[in-house]
């Protein structure tokens, strides 16, 4: 054999040994990525559930609401606020019965949305 041929065996069986190292390196890449994004699909599917768990408990609470207050039963948008021991009324964000529950000890307040052109004229005629 020649020292060409040799030289050549050399450099075959190092590339394959690097190509083999590299393959390995990428598969347990890959294979770490599939776990994570696994974790983020098992994350969002959790996070799926316990949005459609809340959203008929919404729903159900607002037509609560609707029934109770007659007012409200025309569908018209209406705005939910709490008033704490201050007094000062603030925008109930969440319209769940669990955030009801959890601003007991404050007062409710249920206001149909007033329209802009009403709130022109109302102005106006307050000038």
Do not use: H, W
Request: with cysteine.
């Amino acid at each position: 054999m020649s020292k060409s041929d040799m030289l050549r065996g050399i450099i075959t069986e190092k590339l394959s040994t690097a190509a083999r190292e590299i393959l390995a390196v990428v598969e347990r890449t890959v294979t770490d990525y599939e776990k994570e994004a696994s974790a983020f699909r098992q994350e969002i599917d959790r996070q799926r559930r316990q949005l459609e768990l809340l959203q008929p408990q919404e729903m159900v609470f607002l037509d609560l609401l609707r029934s109770t207050f007659p007012q409200l039963a025309a569908g018209e948008p209406f705005d939910i606020f709490i008033a704490d021991k201050s007094r000062s009324l603030k925008p109930l964000a969440v319209k769940t019965p669990e955030e009801i529950c959890r601003a007991r000890n404050q007062n409710l307040y249920v206001c149909l949305k007033v329209k802009p052109d009403f709130l022109l004229l109302l102005e106006n005629f307050m000038m």
